[in-house]
């Protein structure tokens, strides 16, 4: 997959909007990814599952972070033949009350995946989340880097991160 072809399918879902945005950190932005959009979208998913799928080992076990990090995570799973969990954002209060859903033993690698990144906090945070319940995670893989601190924020937390696709190539050829 080359880039321009993830950048026509998140056009062609409708996932990349113009015009003024508030998100979810606070800023505002001219544009908006909407990652509902494209990750409810099959090409989009494909494409992207592929696109992740063919970064991992045979032995990687990924990690998605509730809520945008799961549909990416199952779909590439299911790509690649490997298994996930699920890093939430906090405990839920009922039944088993864990943070980690799915399997994971202490020590196993895991690569997270996340669908858009910013500021970098809510990937940051599931990774914790990961390592203290012992995993070790040393890779992220996100669909979309907006290039506003994020990847810089990913980085002083230990991790190498690798976006399919950057707000500068996104954005490219907008007025074309």
Same mark, same amino acid.
């Given at each position: 997959?080359?880039?321009?072809a ?7 879902a409708d ?54 990090g ?10 690649a ?9 906090q =405990?839920? #209060?009922? *039944?088993?009350? +864990?943070l980690i859903?799915?399997? /994971?033993?202490?020590?196993e690698? &895991?690569?997270?995946? $996340? ?30 880097d =907006?290039? #506003?601190? *994020?990847?810089? +924020?990913?980085?002083?937390?230990? /991790?190498?991160m690798?976006?399919? &696709?950057?707000?500068? $190539?996104?954005?490219a050829?907008?007025?074309?």
């Amino acid at each position: 997959m080359t880039n321009q072809a993830l950048i026509d399918a998140l056009r062609a879902a409708d996932a990349v909007q113009f015009g003024e945005f508030e998100l979810s950190h606070g800023g505002t932005s001219e544009y908006y990814v909407d990652k509902y959009l494209f990750e409810t979208d099959p090409r989009c998913l494909e494409l992207i599952a592929k696109a992740f799928a063919d970064r991992l080992e045979a032995d990687a076990k990924l990690g998605g972070v509730a809520l945008g990090g799961v549909p990416l995570a199952a779909a590439t799973s299911v790509a690649a033949g490997v298994p996930y969990v699920i890093a939430r954002k906090q =405990r839920k #209060e009922y *039944g088993t009350a +864990n943070l980690i859903e799915g399997r /994971l033993k202490a020590g196993e690698e &895991v690569v997270v995946v $996340e669908d858009i990144v910013t500021t970098g906090t809510s990937l940051v945070y599931a990774v914790e989340a990961l390592r203290e319940a012992g995993a070790t995670v040393e890779r992220a893989l996100v669909v979309v880097d =907006r290039q #506003e601190g *994020g990847r810089e +924020n990913v980085e002083a937390a230990g /991790l190498e991160m690798e976006a399919l &696709v950057t707000a500068d $190539e996104l954005l490219a050829d907008r007025d074309a």
